[in-house]
């Protein structure tokens, strides 16, 4: 049992990954694939879809990449269309994402395609970044 606890201003957990491209252009809100251990904005397929973060109160793997990826945590993510609070946050197409209500997300999206939840709803068509929880389902 630990009596202390940690404080930080963050609001997430991160460990830094490499890109597989380098050149590729990837920043924070972008939603990112997992492929052969690093993170791309085109991984269609991929097993695993996470958020790059900027504000992670504490940094794991930090001496390994010069990508932050949230692992849990509140995370302001880059979504396209109308998004409800408590809707599902898909992968979508160059790192943007989209909403799908729960009733509506099917197993494989869910399993596969969903990086977190709406925290908050937007009500625009365009791109914004909204506040998202991510590691948990």
Known sequence: FYGGNLTGYGADYAEMFEKLDTSESIGPGDIVAIVEGKVTKIGLGASLYMVVTDSPALIGNAANGDVPIAFVGQVGTKVSGVVNEGDYILSGWNGIGYAKSKMDVSFDEFKGEVVGIALEGKNS?????IN????VK
């Open 125 to 129: 068509e365009g791109i914004e970044r």
């Open 132 to 135: 998202v929880a991510v590691g």
